[in-house]
Structures are given as structure tokens and as C-alpha cells.
């Protein structure tokens, strides 16, 4: 049988810790792989599940890896946006400025938690309750409310120096990916563009609609070009409509995610920056 790998981490992850997980998993070597991330190469898998419960107790985002791969190998990082990349869903924040928040927000939370299953349905309700907005509202909420999710920047310079091709594909809007693209460097970002006239939205969207499947293709078509397998690709998300893009990589990540994500995704990001996901590879 192959050994496996068991990748730890935590901002909590002391010695005491490191020992105590070390010694239910019957780990057979530990590498200390930076502060608070700790690797196992080879632990009993029949504890896997008192392994599970011992990080859920003690807030640890743990990984099991079928083999140590380097980064050098991957060659496409792809990325939702809203409460991913950034810390908002912009389309709440704008309805916000319409004084629509609560009522525009319960239908996103429904929607990324996959109990509305039609997301394009979804998004043309939500962006109607946005009309006569003031498209000023957007450079409003992307200058004060719109943050990078921590390790953000970490990750995406990673991911550049490894020669990885980045992807920024999202449900959200145009408005946003591009200044992101632009700031962060990334190689491709693809969204929803809301329409505006006389400087207000007009409650629509200007062509298709960006949903899951369309996230999905988006990916599939820089894999084919790229000629990159799903053991070369990283896809990272939150909400249900992420799920179609992340089963087509080996390396699903759910980040803060809704169960319904966490529960079919490979790894889950609870504790920890986006940049923990670099920790899931031999640099």
C-alpha cells in the first residue's frame, strides 16, 4: 500500500499540539513545514476519523494527500470570487446602496447553499431589485468594503512565480474581476456584466449568464488548451455553484464554505488564508 500524506495547519498548531495529533495519528514521520503547518509522511489510516474529530475539536484544517506532488506541476489556479477571492458578496453590497440588502442577500445565502438550484433564475431576480442604483455605488463599494481574503496576494504571487496559470471566473460582475485582474496580475477573469444607463443599473444583465456550468467550461477550456490534467489544476470556492467547476480538478478546495461544498470538495479551508492551499504541495 502507498503511503499517504496528512497536511495539518492551524494558527493554533503549537508543539503540544503537533505532539498530541502526532501521536493519535501514529504518524511516521512529521516535517515541520513552516510555522503552524505540519506534515505527516505516513499515519494509520484506520484512525482517519479520530484524526477528523481531533481537528474539529481543535480547529485544524487537515488535508490527507495520495501523493506529494510540486507545484511546478500544476498548471492552472482557478478561483471564484465573492467570499473566495474577497471578503463580500459584491452583489449584496450593492443592493446595500438600494437599500435592498436583506432582502437581496437571504437569496444569495439560498443560492450558494444549493437550496435554489436555478442560479441564472437567482441572479435576474436579485439584479432586478438592483434598478435605478447609482453605478457610482460600485466604485464606492470596491475603494472601502471590498477586501483580498487573507493569503490572497500570497497565493496568486505563488502561483506566478511557479508559472501558473490564473483564473478568475465568477457569477459576481465585470466591474469587479476586471480591477482584480488587473491588480493581481491574473491571466484570465470572466463574470457578469450588469447594464447601465444614464448611470444607473438598470436591474439587467448584458448577455449570458455566468453560472456554474459556464465557470465549469471556462476551466475546461484553458485545461484543453493548456493541455493541463485534473492532477494539474487548483479550483477553489465557496457556494454550490462552484461545485461544477471544482469536480473537474483533483484539487477541489472548499474555502469558508457552505456545508453542501465542504461535504463534495476534497479539501476544506476553515482556519487558515488562502494561501494554505500551498501547503498541500512540496515547494
Not at 197 to 226: C, H, P
Request: hydrophobic share 40%; glycine share 6%.
Amino acid at each position: 500500500m502507498s503511503m499517504k500524506y496528512l497536511v495539518l495547519q492551524s494558527p493554533i498548531l503549537d508543539t503540544q499540539l503537533r505532539e498530541q495529533i502526532a501521536a493519535i495519528a501514529e504518524a511516521d514521520q512529521v516535517i515541520q513545514v513552516r510555522n503552524h503547518v505540519v506534515r505527516f509522511n505516513g499515519f494509520n489510516e484506520s484512525l482517519l476519523e479520530d484524526i477528523r474529530h481531533w481537528c474539529q475539536q481543535h480547529k485544524v484544517d487537515m488535508a490527507v494527500l495520495d501523493e506529494l506532488r510540486s507545484l511546478n506541476d500544476i498548471k492552472i489556479l482557478a478561483m471564484d470570487m465573492d467570499s473566495t477571492l474577497i471578503n463580500i458578496e459584491c452583489i449584496d453590497e450593492i443592493a446595500g446602496c438600494a437599500g435592498r440588502k436583506d432582502q437581496v442577500a437571504e437569496i444569495t445565502e439560498a443560492t450558494m447553499r444549493g437550496e435554489i438550484k436555478d442560479f441564472k433564475e437567482s441572479l435576474i431576480k436579485r439584479v432586478a431589485l438592483l434598478e435605478g442604483t447609482s453605478a457610482k455605488c460600485l466604485q464606492t463599494i470596491y475603494d472601502d468594503i471590498l477586501h483580498l481574503n487573507p493569503g490572497a496576494e500570497t497565493l496568486i504571487e505563488t502561483a506566478h512565480k511557479h508559472g501558473i496559470t490564473t483564473l478568475l471566473v465568477s457569477g459576481g460582475f465585470t466591474f469587479f474581476t476586471s480591477r482584480l485582474k488587473e491588480r493581481l496580475d491574473l491571466d484570465y477573469a470572466y463574470a457578469n456584466q450588469l447594464e447601465v444607463l444614464d448611470g444607473k443599473l438598470s436591474g439587467r444583465v448584458l448577455g449570458d449568464i455566468l453560472d456554474g456550468d459556464a465557470k465549469a467550461n471556462y476551466l475546461e477550456t484553458l485545461m484543453e488548451q493548456l493541455g493541463a490534467t485534473p492532477e494539474q489544476c487548483i479550483a477553489i470556492g465557496d457556494g454550490s455553484n462552484d461545485l461544477p467547476m471544482m469536480s473537474k480538478v483533483n484539487y477541489s478546495v472548499a474555502y469558508m464554505a457552505k456545508p453542501k461544498v465542504q461535504e463534495e470538495a476534497r479539501f476544506s479551508i476553515n482556519h487558515n488564508g488562502l494561501d494554505a492551499v500551498l501547503n498541500f504541495f512540496d515547494n
